[in-house]
């Protein structure tokens, strides 16, 4: 089953604008991770933020999390074309050491 | 860093025959491995749990006789799509992670087409 839904489905920026994706997720977490996926490829870990923490980054990558509104969102800053990919949040939705239930997804283009 | 493969990265083959995927663990040891699927455009649905030394445990809607996973040692487990056929053509991922609760990594994956 989804776990939860990420918004926008789709995002179409010019190279050095920011982008910024929403995940929302329906049950408690350990943590939420998220993941970058190029077409027909498989799956990159960008970040893991745990439930205790509200924000992380990693170079142009900032991660929030919010548990009382059970949401997190991805930001990329100064982004490039080589970033066009799908990004998917992914919680641990039940005990510790189980599988990560994945989110829709979100397919950004960023275009030169 | 945690890197996880899988054999083959494709795969066709005809309607009525068994194909087997190898997801092995390459440098550390992972009691247990999780096995997803991904239709085109769409994200990862998990199929099922795959547990070194016991069985899988798979998720709802998922057939166990069907999709036959063996996790026979701590680096390895297989997933056997059984007397394929063209629904069954996807992507399958495998996953690992190196203690609970910590970062899962994904192998490549393997795209079946069946005919």
């Known amino acids: 089953s989804q776990q939860g839904e990420e918004d926008p489905q789709a995002l179409s920026i010019q190279e050095g604008e920011n982008a910024t994706m929403n995940c929302s997720y329906k049950t408690s977490i350990n943590n939420l991770q998220w993941y970058r996926q190029n077409s027909g490829r498989g799956l990159v870990h960008l970040i893991l933020?745990?439930?205790?923490?509200r924000e992380k980054h990693s170079g142009r990558l900032r991660v929030t999390l919010d548990t009382s509104k059970k949401s997190s969102s991805l930001l990329i800053t100064a982004s490039r074309a080589a970033d066009t990919a799908s990004y998917f949040c992914a919680t641990d939705a039940r005990q510790a050491g189980t599988a990560l239930i994945f989110g829709k997804g979100t397919t950004l283009s960023v275009s030169s | 860093g945690a890197v996880v493969s899988q054999h083959p990265s494709r795969v066709i083959c005809k309607s009525g025959t068994s194909v087997k995927i190898e997801c092995r663990s390459l440098?550390?040891?992972?009691?247990?491995m999780f096995w997803y699927r991904q239709f085109p455009k769409k994200s990862l649905m998990l199929m099922a749990t795959s547990n070194e030394g016991s069985k899988a445990t798979y998720e709802q809607g998922v057939e166990k006789d069907k999709f036959l996973i063996n996790h026979a040692s701590l680096t390895l487990s297989t997933l056997t799509v059984t007397s394929a056929h063209p629904e069954d053509s996807s992507f399958y991922i495998c996953s690992a992670n190196r203690q609970i609760g910590e970062t899962q990594y994904f192998g490549p994956g393997t795209r079946l087409l069946v005919l």
């Open positions: 440098d550390f040891q992972a009691t247990t």
């Open positions: 933020i745990r439930s205790n923490e």
